[in-house]
């Protein structure tokens, strides 16, 4: 695959030695020195414990052809002749300014999504219903940072049609760098929720965060709100449409079913859908999806087939069967007080099962506020759920609340991960549900492999 040539990053760079034979392509863009590539540009990062430019000769023989060099430092003497090297202030930041020359270049529509929770759900629905009509690149897995959102850009191919990009943050200011990067045509903040609450205070400062991802949304692009979130309104300076459950929404979400394995959902604009995901949270995100959908003309047939295809990324909802055929949801990868109570929700409301049993850990990051929200996530924690069991120090406050609100919730909490596992053969039956959730610290997908072999 070709991105540019080396002849367009002198435009770009233009301190440089080395000289090519002729103009050469660039095929990828890589920050691992370690990677097998073809004709890439190397660009070496420095973190706490390592820096990229000590391994520049292993990056040259793995098949770089070109460097972005940092100008402080001593460039070694023995770089050949044959590879170009470009003299930056920084790395990254040029990186960064590389993503976005290239995103000019290319000028796909971008859609650019946010939101405390299930923004990498929407953003596999987004995708998956945009690429039944358009030649769609997409995030993938989390690279959705400062320097994962630029590899992203950076990883399209020159006949890329629609661009989106996950965007994620723990601070503020870091929303509005990646907006500015990525230059929306479509913006989208899913929920305002608690994540990253201990940095930024409050869910009033988790909103403007949020919202820096207007920073560089075009002047005629459209954002898409939560419009069930007081903290958010329609008095932008952009286009914006609200989707959510309560009426006003411009696309509302009127009715919902949960089946085992599937949701039908039905919405204001006079259409019913089915989704592969369960729970009211994935019909939300899903709304979403359909919006945009509909604001790229894609036609209702190709909505539902995408909709219908979605492979949701790993560890979120995921339906799984352990030993015995008990079923499990994995749910793993991460976790806060919103969405854990939102898969709660799901467990509840699903048919067919015996026992409900709830496997909880640690919601990290919550600081001050820590206690109160584990608490609030127990008192969702009712009828019919048959037993609740936690790992993890904060994950203690869900079990002994439950306890105290529903005693005849069976409530336990186990200081070991292999007591719990231990635990848990007890319930390995067809007709027991169990559903695994905490913060990726807390690596819940040790239970789940536990069950599985």
Known sequence: MMLFTTTWLQTIFTQFKGHL?????????TTDSRTSTVNALFVPLVGEYFDGHDFVHQAIDNGAIAILWDEKKALP???????IVFFVADPL???QTLAKHYRELIQPIVVGITGSNGKTTTKDLVTSIVKTTYKTHFTHGNL?????????????SRDTEVLVLEMGMNDFGEIELLSNIAQPDYAMIVNIGE???????????????KLEIITGLKSEGCLFIDGDEELLTKKYNHMTISCGFKPGNDLQ????????????????????????LLGKHNVHNAAFAV??????????????KGLSRVVPTSMRMEFVTGKNGVSIINDAYNASPTSMKAAIEVVKNIKGFRKKILILGDILELGSHSTELHQQVAETITHPITAVFTYGKEAKIISHTVKTLSPDIDSIHFQAKNDLIKHLRYYLHEDVLLL??????MQFETFIKALQH
């Open 144 to 156: 959705n940072n400062h320097i994962g959102l630029p590899l992203t850009i950076l990883s399209m």
């Open 253 to 276: 979400i009127e009715h919902f079913t949960s089946r085992k394995k599937e949701t039908t959902f039905q919405l204001s604009n006079g259409q019913t859908y089915t989704i592969s």
């Open 21 to 29: 034979k002729k103009q050469e392509w660039i095929h990828e863009v």
């Open 77 to 83: 003497s023995n770089i050949p002749n044959d590879i």
């Open 291 to 304: 919006a945009l959908g509909e604001r790229l003309n894609i036609p209702y047939d190709n909505i539902q």
């Open 436 to 441: 695994f959730k905490a913060s990726r610290g």
């Open 195 to 209: 994540s990253h609450i201990e940095f930024l205070g409050s869910r009033v400062g988790i909103a403007q965060a």
């Open 93 to 95: 930041a040029s990186l």
